[in-house]
Each structure stands twice: as structure tokens, then as C-alpha cells.
């Protein structure tokens, strides 16, 4: 309670809430243990069963929080033993794929959001952000500068972008940029929906049409595996993704299509 009161203000909405969510759910053995009397091998137990119930990146990001904890009320570490979580293999769709997808997403109330995320490779909470005064239909621009997260009470609220380097100013294809001409015309919001629903279609549109199951932020991982196949330079790619780092960009983000594949083992 005092590590997120000290930090409520500084940190993102969505950290306080991810710790504040640690806070109540997890690690219950150790909830009414004194600092001091949290060793390694009280942790290791209370991770021990953590593990029986939540999966390995869960368990990881709750050792974070305890581990932040301590650091700021103690001069210990605690060095466990934690399972890695395991790399989630990420789909990506070949182009006729696509093709069929942005098909069936005409005129659907979430085809605007879903066609920014796959178009442009925005994260959802900067899709849920943008405003009409954002974009500039002259020039074509998308100004993306903030971020629309939930707080700890869950209700949303408007930060800036994830990093400095997510503050960035991307060109729209004609095809994006006619949709949200007409979505100012119409007064309406680019996000239109509940939050959920864009995914929620998403995994529907898939399944109806026999498409590798996707979330609405694996087609960010789709734009970059795009510009990947495209053969876009690095320092572009990302400056339109927004990433601070190429590591991150190339190890979490960049997947080799399958097209691409197929292509590389026949030459």
C-alpha cells in the first residue's frame, strides 16, 4: 500500500493497477509476513504456489512487484528459482489472408480500429486515444501522442504514450484514410465500440473465415512482420512502430511470414 501510494502519480495508470491487482489476488501467504521476515525460502514457497494456479509470465510479473517492493524498504534481493514463461507463437496471416480479413471487416463497427492496428501498428490503448483533431486529412498525418489506459478502479483514463519514442507521426494509405474522413464527417469516434469488441470480432471474423486465430495486437505484430517482408529499414520501422529499441522490435515483433518462408526454401 505505501510502494503504490508513493508511486500513484509518477507510474502509468495501467502499472498502479497491475500492482495494485498483485496487491489483492496474489503471494497470500506472505500478505501478513514483516518485511524482515520475508527469506528466500518463505518466497520460495509462496512462488511455489503461485505457479499451481498462474502461468509462468504471470508468476514473473508479480516477482517484479515484490521485488520493487523490497528494494525500496529494505537492502535485500531475493534470488528464486521461477519458471521462464514459455514464447507465445505468434500467427501471422499471408496476404490473400489479409486480403479476406480486410474484406470481411466493410463496414463493421470495429473496422476502423482493427484497419489502424493492422494498417498502422498502433497498440489498442493508443487506437482508444485518438481524437479527430489528431489526424489531418490534407496531409494524411496521424498525430499519435497519448495513450487511453484503465486505471485501478478500471475506469480509462487518458496518459501519454507508453515511451517517448511511441510519440510519433504516421502517413495513412488512402485506403485507411477514406474510413476516417468519413468517420469525422459523421461526428463519430474512430473507436466506436466498447473496448472489447474489436477483439471480440476479430476472433469471430477468424473463425468464420478459417483464419489463424489473431488478437488485435498480433496485427501490430503483422504491420511489423509486413515491413520485415518488405524489406523497410530498420531505423523506419521503428519510427513508425514506435519501439525505443531494435531488439524489441526484431525479437518480440518481426515474425517471418509464411509466404516468405516458403519462397526462401524454393530459392
Given at each position: 500500500?505505501?510502494y ?11 502499472t498502479?493497477?497491475?500492482y495494485?491487482s ?7 501467504t506472505?500478505?501478513?509476513t514483516?518485511?524482515k521476515?520475508?527469506?528466500k ?16 509470465k504471470?508468476?514473473?510479473?508479480v ?18 528459482s521461477?519458471a ?7 500467427n ?8 479476406t480479413?480486410?474484406t470481411a ?33 490534407e ?7 497519448k ?24 502517413s495513412v494509405?488512402?485506403?485507411?484514410s477514406?474510413r476516417?474522413k468519413a468517420?469525422?464527417?459523421r461526428?463519430?469516434p ?8 474489436p ?9 468464420k ?9 498480433d ?16 531505423k ?9 529499441s ?7 515483433y518481426q ?8 519462397q526462401?526454401?524454393a530459392?
Open positions: 500500500d505505501k503504490i501510494a508513493m508511486k500513484d502519480g509518477i507510474l502509468s495508470p495501467s498502479i493497477r497491475s495494485d498483485t496487491r489483492r489476488n496474489h503471494l497470500p506472505l500478505m501478513n514483516p518485511l521476515n520475508i527469506t525460502n518463505v518466497a520460495q514457497k509462496a512462488f511455489n504456489e503461485e505457479a499451481k494456479n498462474y502461468s509462468e504471470t508468476v514473473l510479473n516477482y517484479h512487484v515484490l521485488t520493487v517492493v523490497l528494494n525500496q524498504f529494505t537492502d535485500r534481493s531475493l534470488e528464486i521461477l521462464q514463461p514459455e514464447e507465445r507463437e505468434v501471422t496471416l499471408s496476404e490473400e489472408q489479409l486480403k480479413l480486410i471487416l466493410q463496414g463493421d463497427k470495429s473496422e476502423i480500429p482493427l484497419l489502424i492496428a493492422l494498417f498502422l501498428g498502433l497498440r489498442r490503448s493508443e487506437i482508444m486515444a485518438l481524437e479527430h483533431s489528431d489526424y489531418d486529412p496531409t494524411q498525418i496521424l498525430n499519435i501522442t495513450a487511453k489506459v484503465p486505471d485501478k478502479d478500471g475506469n480509462f483514463v487518458i496518459k501519454k504514450t507508453k515511451t517517448k519514442k511511441s510519440r510519433r507521426k504516421i494509405p488512402a485506403y485507411l477514406d476516417l468517420c469525422i464527417e461526428e463519430e474512430f473507436y466506436n465500440v466498447a473496448p472489447e469488441r477483439y471480440k470480432r476479430l476472433q469471430q471474423l477468424c473463425e473465415y478459417n483464419l489463424p486465430k489473431m488478437s488485435m495486437h496485427l501490430r505484430h503483422q504491420n511489423a512482420s509486413i515491413m520485415l517482408s518488405l524489406g523497410i529499414p530498420d523506419y520501422a521503428m519510427e513508425r512502430g514506435g519501439w525505443s531494435n531488439s524489441t522490435m526484431k525479437n518480440i515474425h517471418t511470414m509464411s509466404e516468405a518462408r516458403l526462401t526454401d530459392k
